[in-house]
């Protein structure tokens, strides 16, 4: 089974019921975490009973990112699992998961790779992206037979998307604001508009918006994002489901 499982979608913190940015990607019995940000790690353990996945990918530091990365490697070290559990993140991510979970170290827990350049990860080529935001942010584009996703992670506009989303099957792209752009350099995040012109240059085949600014109407992107974009634009929801 080929899927992807939105588990967060809103930005800089979680909506009531709601978590922020993560997603689980499914292929053929793979399993790979896409950041895990406030409030996802009890979303992924709902789909994941025995607290397994394969890999997990942190694209960058910010908690709406990654402050749930502590609660996957507790259930991951407590399992008693005799495997590291592959991480792919910027240097960044481990220096906020050594300052938060000191113990158990956290290279007991993890098999930590970079996440810049090309390689191999389960049935997956995983190629990684820098892309404009506060801190460092690697973008990244998942290559298997017959799926390609790719995945900003938090990125204002740049030339490097149409680079990471060429042809995607799927692109998960930042949407955090709505209406005109904002006339300020540099820019870290980008408005529905420019992810949906991003998609179009990209040829992307499917737009998943997200990373929503708490109390956004979600309708509202995905319209200002078809202005731009003509295939097939999501509203990514806490608890969907897409199949690939």
């Known amino acids: 089974m080929r899927r992807l499982r939105v588990l967060g979608s809103s930005g800089a913190w979680p909506e009531p019921g709601g978590a922020c940015s993560g997603y689980l990607l499914e292929y053929d019995g793979f399993r790979v975490v896409l950041d895990l940000g406030y409030g996802t790690a009890s979303r992924l353990f709902e ?13 960058h530091e910010h908690p ?7 609660a996957v490697g507790r259930a991951h070290y407590f399992a008693e699992r005799r495997r590291q559990l592959p991480l792919y993140c910027p240097p ?39 892309l404009p935001h506060h801190v460092p942010d690697i973008g990244v584009r998942l290559s298997a037979p017959g799926l390609v996703v790719a995945y900003t992670g938090d990125s204002g506009p740049s030339p490097e998307l149409a680079r990471l989303a060429e042809n995607a099957d799927l692109f998960i792209a930042d949407a955090t604001l709505q209406g005109p752009a904002p006339d300020t350099t540099p820019r870290y995040v980008m408005t529905a508009t420019e992810a949906g012109t991003w998609a179009a240059r990209a040829r992307a085949r499917t737009l998943l918006l997200t990373h929503f600014w708490p109390g956004s109407d979600r309708i509202r992107s995905v319209t ?10 999501i509203a990514a929801e806490d608890g969907l489901e897409i199949g690939l």
């Open 224 to 233: 200002e994002a078809a202005a731009v974009f003509e295939g097939r634009i």
């Open 64 to 70: 709406d990112h990654c402050a749930d990365l502590t």
């Open 47 to 59: 789909h994941c009973q025995d607290r397994a996945v394969d890999a997990v990918v942190i694209t």
């Open 92 to 130: 960044g991510v481990l220096r906020v998961l050594e300052s938060t979970e000191p113990r158990p170290d956290p290279h007991a827990v993890f098999e930590v790779h970079d996440i810049e350049g090309t390689q191999e990860l389960g049935p997956f080529r995983l190629t990684g992206f820098p």
